[in-house]
């Protein structure tokens, strides 16, 4: 039984149908992949799955019960975490203020106040962000901002993670860094959703993938499938044919003002 399951969703903003009869999952101990060109619907997805958007129709189901109709809070202590495209810390606190707030407060659900030093240093450390503890979050780098969001995530112990676009900012060593920790932290049987545009990173650690396009899920399968589907080369490429697609079909970058 897979730890998430979307289940035909569909989401309608007036006479936009962002979300389209989608269906997918996502394992525990498993990175899957949440592809698609801009305006596909992923960040819509997330919103159905962590409860921010109530589907007009289908279901999410989360360790086999049915959460469609849960608020964000009561699915978050359940065990989902998520990160967003925008960044979400106190700017006028420090890093390491941050994660001890987030500690304090999935703690103090468990009826515990006072995060220790040590705990917050192990989350700076786990993400890779310890130099930057004293600074304050609205100074630091975008791609440490993108790590402080994970370290929160953390403090709750989540056991699926869903992360909307974490690598921007992040340069090719840090994606590097990152791609190992998300691995890492696959291994400890948590599920990981990520949507992410670097085809590199996806096709580097995801064990799943799920190509969604004008909000309908057209392929599903492992990076090797995804990569070859023509379907996906036609909507990230406007490719209909996997010969014409020569050389890029090793990349999958989306083309600028391609499917939009
Ligand atoms: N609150 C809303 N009201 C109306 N339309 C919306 C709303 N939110 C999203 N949409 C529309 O739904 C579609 C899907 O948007 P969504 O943000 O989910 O796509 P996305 O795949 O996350 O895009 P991107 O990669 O650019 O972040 C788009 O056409 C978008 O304009």
């Known amino acids: 039984m897979p730890l998430l399951e979307v289940q035909r969703a569909v989401v309608q ?24 060109p801009n305006g596909a619907g992923k960040t ?7 409860g921010l958007q109530r589907p007009t129709r289908g279901d999410v189901f989360f360790e086999r019960r049915k959460v469609t109709s849960l608020p964000v809070h009561r699915r978050a202590r359940r065990g989902m975490a998520r990160t967003f495209q925008r960044l979400e810390a106190f700017g006028s ?32 450390a786990r993400v890779g962000i310890s130099a930057y503890a004293a600074e304050r979050a609205d100074s630091v780098p975008t791609g440490t901002a993108r790590l402080l969001e994970l370290a929160r995530c953390l403090a709750g112990d989540p056991k699926l993670l869903l ?61 090797g499938a995804i990569r070859s589907d023509p ?9 209909s044919d996997v010969e014409d697609a020569g050389d890029h079909t ?6 600028p003002g391609g499917v939009a």
């Open 13 to 36: 903003f007036g006479g936009v149908t962002a979300v389209n009869d989608a269906s997918f999952t996502a394992e525990r101990g498993e990175i899957t992949g949440l592809i698609g």
């Open 44 to 50: 819509t997805t997330f919103n159905v799955i962590t």
């Open 93 to 124: 606190l420090t890093v390491r203020d941050n994660v001890r707030v987030a500690l304090d407060i999935h703690r103090g659900l468990r009826g515990v106040f006072t995060a220790s030093g040590a705990d917050i240093d192990a989350l700076l």
């Open 163 to 223: 992360l909307d676009e974490p690598s921007s900012g992040l340069d090719d060593a840090e994606t590097d860094a990152f791609g190992d920790l998300l691995k890492e932290l696959a291994a400890e049987r948590r599920g990981i959703v990520m949507v992410e545009h670097d085809m590199d990173l996806v096709m580097a650690v995801c064990d799943q993938v799920h190509v969604l396009d004008f909000g309908s899920v057209i392929a599903s399968g492992t990076p």
């Open 231 to 239: 379907a996906v080369q036609k909507a990230y490429l406007g490719y």
């Open 250 to 255: 090793q990349e999958l970058e989306p083309v």
